[in-house]
C-alpha cells in the first residue's frame, strides 16, 4: 500500500519518501511508536516507493507489477520476518535474510528487509544482524519495526536511526475502520474514541461492546446532568455495562469508564474551543453541545479526575458496583 493510503503521519512520510528521492535513506532504521498505528504498512510503502517501475512524485504507484507483488507479499527482494508459533523470531530467520541481503537485488532496485516485532529477536538474534547492520550491503535497507525500542540490544540501537511514530487522530482512526474495515460510522467513532489512537487496539474490542460502553456513558452524563437526587445518580451508574451487581464485570466497567473519560475530554475541549481533530466522539457532536449546557469546563475537568480515580480503584480490585456508586456522586 503506497504512502498515500496510510492514515496519519503526514510528517513522516514526507520525511522517508524525500530521504528516499535523495538517496540519502539511512540503511539501517528503527520504526518504533505504539503498537497498530501504520509502522509496518509504512515500512512496506517505503519498500514499494523504492523499487516501484512508475512512481508518481513522492509516492509509488501502486499498481504496477513490482507494487503489486510487495502487496501480495511475494517480491524477491522484499523480506518481512515476523515471530513464529513460538511468538520469537529465530536466529534461522534472521540469518537468512542476512545471507540474501548479501546478494544484489534480483528483480527491483532496493532490497528491503522488514523485522516485525523486532522485540521478539533473541540475544542471539539480534548479535547476528548486529553487523549486517553496522555495514549493510550497498543496495540494502534493514527496517526494524518495534513498539517498545528499549528493549533491543543497545548495540542494535545505536546503529540504527530511529523514527517515531506518534498515535492517530481519532478521525484518523475512525476513517480506516470505515474504509477499510468496513465499519458503520457510529460504530467507527465509538471504537476509535476508545483506541489510544491505534487502529490494532480498536480492532482488538468488538464494536458492540464499544457502541454499548459509549451510549451508557453518555446516558449516565445525560442523567446527572441537572444534579438529580441521589436515586436517579445511582439509577444512571447502575446502567454501565459491569456495573451491576451480579453480573459485576471489571473489564466491561473498565471500558464504559473509558468511554465516559474519552466523552468528558470531548467536553473539556469543546468547552475551550479547542481544534476539530481532537474531539473523539465528533459524530455525538450535537449532544455533546446539548451536555455542555450544565458541563462548564471546571464540572468536565472534575469529572475527568473522578472517572481516572475510580479506575485506578478498578485495577486496585475494587468492587465494581461500590465504584460506579461512588463515580455517580462525583460526576
Ligand atoms: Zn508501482
Given at each position: 500500500m503506497p504512502f498515500r493510503e496510510i492514515a496519519g503521519h503526514d510528517h513522516l512520510k514526507q520525511l522517508i519518501a524525500r530521504a528516499a528521492l535523495r538517496g540519502t535513506l539511512p540503511p539501517s532504521l528503527i520504526f518504533a511508536g505504539?503498537?497498530?498505528?501504520g509502522k509496518a504498512m509504512m515500512a512496506l510503502a517505503l519498500a514499494q516507493f523504492v523499487n516501484c517501475l512508475a512512481p508518481v512524485g513522492e509516492d509509488a504507484?501502486?499498481?504496477?507489477g513490482s507494487c503489486r507483488r510487495i502487496t501480495r507479499g511475494v517480491h524477491a527482494d522484499v523480506l518481512r520476518i515476523e515471530p513464529g508459533d513460538t511468538g520469537s523470531i529465530k536466529i534461522e530467520q534472521v540469518r537468512e535474510a542476512i545471507d540474501r541481503a548479501a546478494y544484489r537485488p534480483f528483480e527491483g532496485r532496493r532490497r528491503v528487509v522488514i523485522i516485525d516485532?523486532?522485540?521478539?529477536?533473541?540475544v542471539n538474534a539480534q548479535d547476528a544482524i548486529l553487523k549486517t547492520l553496522e555495514e549493510?550491503?550497498?543496495s540494502s535497507t534493514f527496517i526494524l519495526v518495534t513498539d517498545?525500542?528499549?528493549?533491543?540490544l543497545p548495540t542494535i540501537r545505536s546503529r540504527c536511526q530511529r523514527l517515531r511514530f506518534g498515535r492517530l487522530s481519532p478521525g484518523d482512526v475512525a476513517a480506516v475502520l470505515i474504509g477499510r474495515?468496513?465499519?458503520?460510522e457510529a460504530d467507527a467513532h465509538a471504537a476509535a474514541s476508545l483506541s489510544d489512537g491505534s487502529v490494532g487496539k480498536a480492532l482488538e474490542g468488538g464494536s458492540e461492546d464499544f457502541v454499548g460502553a459509549r451510549m451508557a456513558a453518555l446516558h449516565l452524563l445525560e442523567t446527572v446532568a441537572d444534579d438529580p437526587p441521589p436515586g436517579r445518580r445511582i439509577m444512571g451508574a447502575m446502567?454501565?455495562?459491569?456495573?451491576?451487581?451480579?453480573?459485576?464485570d471489571r473489564d466491561a466497567l473498565g471500558q464504559s469508564l473509558r468511554a465516559l473519560a474519552s466523552i468528558l475530554r470531548d467536553l473539556a475541549a469543546l468547552g475551550a474551543q479547542a481544534?476539530?481533530?481532537?474531539?473523539?466522539?465528533?459524530?455525538l457532536r450535537p449532544k455533546l453541545q446539548r451536555l455542555l449546557r450544565s458541563f462548564d469546563n471546571d464540572r468536565s475537568l472534575r469529572a475527568f479526575a473522578a472517572v481516572d480515580r475510580a479506575l485506578n480503584a478498578l485495577d486496585r480490585n475494587a468492587s465494581p458496583k461500590i465504584v460506579a456508586d461512588w463515580l455517580s456522586f462525583q460526576i
Open positions: 505504539p503498537s497498530g498505528v504507484c501502486g499498481q504496477c516485532q523486532a522485540e521478539q529477536m533473541g549493510p550491503p550497498n517498545t525500542p528499549d528493549t533491543l474495515h468496513e465499519y458503520a446502567s454501565l455495562p459491569g456495573a451491576t451487581k451480579g453480573k459485576a481544534d476539530e481533530r481532537a474531539i473523539a466522539n465528533a459524530d
